[in-house]
Each structure stands twice: as C-alpha cells, then as structure tokens.
C-alpha cells in the first residue's frame, strides 16, 4: 500500500466541492457524485459556476480525473438540494426566500449497465438527510438498512431516533420498517456505518461511529441484525469526536474512519484557519473490530481476507460465539411484517467488504447527460452493487 501522499492532477472542469459521495470499485477508480460548492462571498478566487451533477472517476493508476459513469447499481437516499449544490435547483422555480432548502424523501435507483435513473418515492416517512444506507448480504439480492439522520416536516428539523429502522428489499423493491431495541444510541446525522458478518452468516454487526447533532460524538455502536439490538462497544473517550466522516471496512477487519471534522473546527464553507490549518486531527482512524481496539498506526491494507470476530459484548445479547451461532435470530418482540421473516430465512449471499447511503413511486429515468432532480448533499450514502458478485460497496 501506498503511504505516501499524491495530488491528483485535477480537471479544470472537476467541480470544487464538500460532501460528495465518492465510492471506489475495487479495482482501480474512484467515483464521486453531488457534493456543496463554496461560499463564493469566502472563496472568490476559485471562479466557478454552479453546475449540474454529474458523476466523475479518478483513475489511482494515472492520477486523472473524467466525467465517466461508473458499471453495477447504485442507490442514493434522501439529501437535500439548494442553490449552491445544483443550477437545476434554480430552474425549478421556487421562492428561495420561503424555501433555501428543499429536502428529499425519494431514493434514485441508478443502473449503471442500462444507463438509467429511477427516482422512487420512499413513503414510509418524513424528508430527511444525514442518515446512513448501509447494505447488508441477505436476501436473494440483499437488503439496505436505513437509519438516523434529520428529518424535516413543515419546516422542522427532528432527528429520527435509532430505534427506528428501514429496510429496503432490493428484490422485490419494497421497503418495510423494523423498530429495534437494546442500548439505542443518541440521536446524531453525519455519522458513518460499514458492516462485518459473522462467518456462518447468521448474524451481520453494523458499526456507526461518531456524527453530530448538538454535540458531536466519538462513540462506536453495533446494530446487531436479524436481532435489530443496538451494542456500544467503545465509549469513545480517547478519540477526538467527529463527523461529516466515512467508514470503509477492509478484509482484515479493520474500520478505516476518513475524514470529517470535530466539534471545534469551524464549518469548512467558512474557515478560520490557524497557521493555514483546515483539519488538526489525522486524516484517518482505524478501529479493529476483531479486538476492539484502536490502532496507532498506519495498517497496510492487502488481500488476505480475515474471519470477523463477532464481539463479546455482541455475543452477549445475541447468543452464540465469535464465530457466528447466534440464538437471536428476530428481533425482541418480534417482526413488524412477516414477510421480514421469511426474507430474513433465506440463504445469506456471499459477505462483501462494505463501505459507509417503492415500485409504485413515480418512477423516471434519466438517460446520460439528461436533467434530473439534484441529489447533492449526501448524507446518506451511495451504494456500487457489482451484480457478478452480488455484493455492494458503500461509501
């Protein structure tokens, strides 16, 4: 592994943004998509022009950046648009002085093979942004989990609670909710997830670590699944908070946390530097979920796969050992929808290393090149299905 810094040789076209989505496909590109432009009142230097999404790769061979449309499926929830994420937002002709915001309940279904775009309405609950889809291998095509964030109904801004989960069955393209239970964590949004699955497949342990709302957080929980039981595992009281981050889970079950910031750094639109610093804190954290600890120092990453160790504290709830054999197979009281069950019953897919986003919905597809409604703040998720191996990347 590379442990030296390189600068891509940016195109003059690549949009200067914040919190895009950017996804690597296990080869050797990197795709982003969306993200907020600065301030132009703070950064009138850089000259640019508000422009639609479009999806870019950076090729790690060469250094460059294009407009490429990456291959497999991909998923994006929610978000919000304005007028610095998307020069559509001004052709739809709202009153910016009511709504600055407009907030999203709508997931885009992209096909990367047909070159299309669905846009389907979630009908399950409010607007929202910040939350996390997180993919997990079950299923016949697997399932995406949905949870924490911000809500928003007429005008207000709540956070949804952890106990309040959703499942997206990508097979029958059906969502569902499923309350979970055990030591639910505080509300917070811009935090990041990545998934570990025991070796027998019979339980999948979900991490989220940190994100903010009031305060900013350090912690580390586990959501336990088929169980739906909520575990912290670290208290994070010797780790810096942060949030606006990525978690990316590696074969040797290490949790790489990139990125972010802390509760004290000022909002990266508008900086006060000291001595030209943007982040005082290290670029990345890695947490060993096998041990539980936090490592110091750099890991190389490599191909060698390693078995997950489901946790003690995990084991605890769930019945079982570190190797799998998990007793709680359903949540507490039970499936809120049967046909949870039976999804849930069958044959786990093949685990794949993941990263930390309804039919009858107004569909619409949008060919290459063609406008579409901005998804650009993206809060949570973007989610690569490489349909060969029936496994999905997030970041």
């Given amino acids: 592994m590379e442990t030296d810094w390189m600068k891509p040789n940016a195109s003059t076209l690549l949009p200067f943004v914040t919190r895009s989505a950017p996804w690597f496909d296990g080869k050797n590109k990197i795709y982003k998509y969306g993200g907020v432009y600065a301030d132009p009142e703070v950064w009138p230097s850089l000259g640019f022009t508000i422009g639609k999404n479009k999806f870019w790769s950076l090729d790690t061979t060469t250094g460059q950046w294009q407009e490429e449309y990456p291959k497999g499926l991909g998923f994006y929830a929610g978000g919000v648009v304005y007028n610095r994420t998307d020069a559509t937002f001004n052709e739809w002709g709202l009153n910016t002085t009511i709504t600055p915001y407009f907030f999203l309940k709508t997931m885009l279904i992209y096909d990367m093979h047909t070159n299309e775009v669905r846009n389907t309405t979630i009908g399950l609950m409010q607007p929202f942004y910040g939350g996390s889809l997180q993919y997990v291998p079950v299923g016949n095509k697997g399932m995406l989990l949905l ?52 070796p027998d497949g019979s339980s999948h342990s979900i991490y989220m670590h940190g994100g903010a709302f009031q305060l900013t957080y350090a912690d580390t929980y586990v959501l336990s699944v088929p169980a739906f039981q909520w575990v912290r595992i670290d208290d994070g009281a010797n780790q810096q908070p942060r949030t606006r981050h990525s978690c990316h889970m590696t074969k040797q079950k290490q949790m790489w946390v990139v990125g972010g910031k802390p509760q ?57 050992n570190e190797a799998g054999g998990a007793t709680m197979r359903q949540p507490k009281d039970g499936w809120e929808e049967s046909i949870l069950d039976e999804l849930w019953k069958e044959a786990p897919l093949p685990n794949a290393t993941t990263t930390s986003a309804a039919p009858s919905a107004s569909a619409t597809a949008a060919k290459k090149g063609a406008a579409m409604k901005p998804i650009a703040e993206v809060s949570t998720l973007l989610a690569s299905l490489v349909l060969t191996a029936v496994g999905m990347m997030f970041l």
Wanted: one cysteine or more; hydrophobic letters at 35%.
């Fill in 147 to 198: 949870m924490g964030g911000i809500e928003e109904d007429s005008g207000v801004l709540l956070p949804r609670s952890f106990d309040h989960i959703y499942v997206y069955d990508i097979d029958t393209e059906k969502w569902f909710h499923q309350t979970a239970g055990g030591t639910i964590p505080d509300n917070r949004a811009n935090f990041c997830t990545a998934v570990a699955s025991a």
């Fill in 264 to 320: 004290a750094q000022e909002d990266p639109h508008a900086p006060n530097w000291t001595n030209g610093e943007c982040f005082k804190n290290p670029l990345w954290n890695i947490f060993d979920v096998n041990t539980g600890e936090w490592q110091g120092n750099l890991v190389p990453i490599t191909d060698e796969a390693v078995d997950y160790k489901v946790p003690k504290a995990v084991t605890d709830v769930i019945g079982g």
